[in-house]
């Protein structure tokens, strides 16, 4: 096990990733931020405070739970946990930036969009990721990327956030290693 990113990294990652996104969209006008059950709710709420403090303006931040449209719902577990998905504005003609931890397959993703998509017709969906390990298994790929790892299959990224793991940092594992 070695660590990839301590608190600071992370820190200097989400306020490079907020003046990205502000960069590319020419400022918040449509923007909303949706980040993705759970850790990636943590870092889109980050990246929200980081653009408040730039701009001076709070973004709409919505929560996403992926649970039910995931394409291996039935090898996950026989009762899912489902959690809480909170938009509580609209998605239509905005753009959407859609927040993870770590990009893999691309699977968590896909699933995302399909939920987004329940609840408006948005004008985008960009992806804004604090870590990009590669072997992709799907076409999808994040338009903002704090940090790619490459990994093999047999090591895990394991992302921990202060306030769900009382910590910041980012891991690489052996699988086996936990």
Known sequence: MSQLMDKEDIRRIIQRLSHEILEK???TKDLVIVGIQRRGVNLAERVSKMVEQIEGEALP???LDI?????DLTQIAHQPIVRNTDISFSLE???VILVDDVLYTGRTVR???DVLLDFGRPQKIELAVLVDRGHRELPIRADYVGKNIPTSSEEMV????QELDGKDEVL???RGEH
């Open 111 to 113: 699933a995302a969009i």
């Open 158 to 161: 394991e992302v921990k956030v």
């Open 25 to 27: 969209n020419k400022g």
């Open 93 to 95: 003609g905005k753009k």
């Open 172 to 174: 690489i594992i052996k």
């Open 61 to 63: 931040t919505g929560i």
């Open 67 to 71: 649970t039910l449209y995931r394409d």
